[in-house]
């Protein structure tokens, strides 16, 4: 009993019944083929008929699958045979390529795969039309004396009693012949997708760089969010509990936190939808604008007096020649400020506030030097080198532009120090 059940799940499952609609897809997909060749051959077999005779149908046929392999080389042959398979062929989607063929044995593949499935589509779409008819016939014949007496055009033989009798057994295995064959091509076809549609070297390259731009994007994303928002929570989080201790004994302290606060979190919200749009323009074609990405010349001013208003002592050196931090190379001047904020938010949650940070950004030779310091408590336990989101933000930062960064403690004090070349990769 499972045997038979197993048989015409095989023959008539769900699985067979979609592979035989794509295996009709393709008998339909190549009929224009077929007349364009039945007009090429017609002729030459003296057919008057289009697609007369049975010989003429077959010749027409054959010429049609070259015409069908030339077409195949259209680029969006493949994306669309590979989006059929996946509908109707239960093939795994990550087993077939996206997308246009690229190289010669890409498209050289796709033509194999187009002909092949016009083929056996071909050969399927006819038997699905000429055996149901005849098979109905047959399993007739013994009940209706109209078709015994016309015959129809059938053999002789088929008027025998004997013959009468086992017409009925014909036809019905001439329908479990066609849902063999039929499930046999299909399964044929599935397992040559793969084969001839599969993604190619070439595709797997593709597909694999872009895994990694879209991994460096969100990584970037990440480092973004961490660094402008991480910051903003420190410093908040700080002055409001320095506003909070001093509340009733200094109002103007109060309303210089109170006015920092705004001011970050304003600020903060500029540089949360300028992340953010990096994601709307990832998923539309036409994003909103967004703030400026914050720079060491444009911004380290403001990002110092809101860090001071925290209650952080900051001494900060800057040396950058006599043209200034304007003179800072776009991207350098990018990923120096986020440096700087790190370090400076680094030494607000790990020092306290009140703790006295020295910060030098100086330029030398054909880099750019950053060294912050911050002392290091000694009921406050010292971060691990490399340990924390923010310093592995700094040193993937870093490591775009060519650079290096050395953090650790040292003689008592917490050092960040960061050399940026002026001219390394971007």
């Known amino acids: 009993m499972k045997t038979f059940a197993a048989a015409a799940s095989a023959l008539f499952g769900r699985r067979t019944r979609r592979r035989w609609v794509h295996l ?35 010749s027409a046929f054959a010429a049609g699958l070259p015409l069908a392999a030339i077409t195949a080389l259209f680029p969006l042959t493949r994306p669309l045979s590979a989006a059929a398979v996946r509908a109707l062929c239960d093939v795994p989607g990550d087993a077939l390529a996206e997308g246009p ?20 589509g071909g050969i399927i779409s006819g038997m699905s039309l000429a055996l149901p008819p005849f098979a109905a016939v047959l399993i007739a014949l013994p009940f209706a004396a109209a078709l015994r007496g016309s015959r129809i055009g059938m053999p002789e033989v088929f008027g025998e009693s004997w013959m009468l009798a086992l017409s009925p057994v014909i036809g019905i295995l001439c329908l479990v012949a066609l849902a063999g064959c039929a499930a046999a091509a299909g399964g044929l076809l599935a397992r040559c997708a793969p084969e001839l549609l599969g ?18 994007v969100r990584n970037r994303l990440a480092r973004e969010l961490h660094d ?45 939808d300028a992340v953010l ?18 720079t060491l010349s444009a911004d380290l001013d403001g990002l110092l007096k809101r860090t001071r208003a925290g209650g952080l002592r900051v001494r900060a050196t800057v040396d950058l020649g006599p043209e200034g931090p304007d003179a800072l190379p776009a991207m350098v001047s990018r990923e ?35 060294l912050a310091e911050n002392p290091l ?37 917490w050092r960040v120090d960061v050399r940026l070349p002026l001219k390394g990769p971007a």
């Open 336 to 370: 120096a400020y986020r440096i700087v904020q790190e370090s400076l938010s680094n030494a607000l949650r790990h020092a306290g506030p009140d703790a006295p940070v020295a910060l030098s950004i100086a330029l030398d030779g054909t880099d750019l030097a950053i």
């Open 199 to 216: 993604p190619s070297p070439a595709d797997r390259l593709a597909a694999a760089e872009q895994r990694a731009a879209d991994l460096a």
């Open 24 to 58: 009709i897809l393709g008998g339909a997909l190549a009929m224009p083929y077929v007349f364009v060749g039945s007009v090429v051959v017609g002729p030459l077999l003296g057919d008057d008929q289009v697609l007369g005779s049975l010989n003429s149908q077959l």
């Open 377 to 413: 408590p000694p009921d406050i336990p010292a971060p691990r080198p490399g340990g924390g989101h923010g310093l592995r933000g700094i040193t993937d930062r870093a490591r775009l532009l060519g650079g290096t960064v050395r953090t650790g403690p040292a003689a008592g004090v």
């Open 277 to 294: 749009g990096v994601l709307r323009e990832g998923g539309s074609d036409q994003a909103s604008p967004t703030a400026p990405a914050p």
């Open 228 to 272: 402008s928002v991480g910051h903003a929570l420190s410093a908040v989080t700080l002055q409001a509990s320095a506003a909070r201790r001093v509340l009733a004994s200094d109002p103007e302290f109060v309303r210089e936190a109170l006015a920092a606060i705004e001011e970050t979190t304003r600020r903060t919200v500029g540089e949360l």
């Open 101 to 120: 063929a690229r190289s010669r044995q890409a498209r050289g593949r796709t033509v194999a795969w187009f002909t092949l499935h016009l083929g056996v």
